[in-house]
């Protein structure tokens, strides 16, 4: 089985969030986040047990328990290794659908879901630690109709949209969907 197109979306949207994750020092892990009621610490337990769950889909089946994240002093450097093991995965997968809470998805569903979340925490930790990296264009335009999909289901996974101007570009719809304000484009 060939790889999936969106395993190649899966490593533009880590090697993005990698950098994101290059500008946090301890001072930030108790600032507040884009993602309500959330600081940087509990963001990054959440990027913790999202990438074990993607990775844990590159085997057939989500099993949608979560384990406990690594220690705060710790959650850096286990996300990127975890980021290194989730990719490593998906490009090794055979499996044409994943199954999840007994249903099952298409593996590409699946693999451009995991590229969307990683792609938008790495901007949320980017903003969060005062480097407001801009989406890639390329990368927002190809994770554009994932996002409209998430944001026409809003099962609570992101904020709820809100209005961007016309001309917005692609990073900018993008966040829109899914509840981000900028305050710099």
């Known amino acids: 089985m060939a790889p999936d197109p969106g395993v ?6 880590l090697a993005y969030t990698r ?7 301890p001072d930030h892990l108790a600032l507040p986040t884009p993602c309500a009621r959330w600081r940087l610490a509990d963001l990054l337990g959440h990027m913790e047990d999202s990438l074990d769950a ?3 889909g590159a085997t057939g089946a989500i099993g949608l328990r979560s384990a406990a994240p690594a220690p705060t002093d710790a959650r850096v450097a286990t996300l990127q290794a975890k980021a290194c093991n989730l990719l490593g995965a998906w490009a090794a997968t055979t499996s044409p659908l994943v199954e999840v809470g007994g249903q099952p998805v298409p593996v590409g569903t699946i693999s451009r879901l995991a590229a969307l979340e990683i792609a938008v925490h790495g901007w949320d930790v980017a903003n969060t630690t005062g480097h407001a990296a801009v989406l890639p264009a390329d990368l927002a335009e190809a994770l554009l109709p994932t996002a409209l999909a998430v944001a026409l289901e809003q099962h609570g996974e992101f904020g709820p949209p809100v209005a961007v101007s016309v001309d917005a570009g692609p990073g900018r719809r993008l966040l829109g969907l899914l509840g981000r304000r900028m305050v710099v484009e």
């Open 54 to 56: 993607f990775a844990e």
């Open 8 to 13: 190649e979306l899966l490593e533009r949207a």
């Open 19 to 25: 950098g994101a994750l290059a500008t946090i020092t």
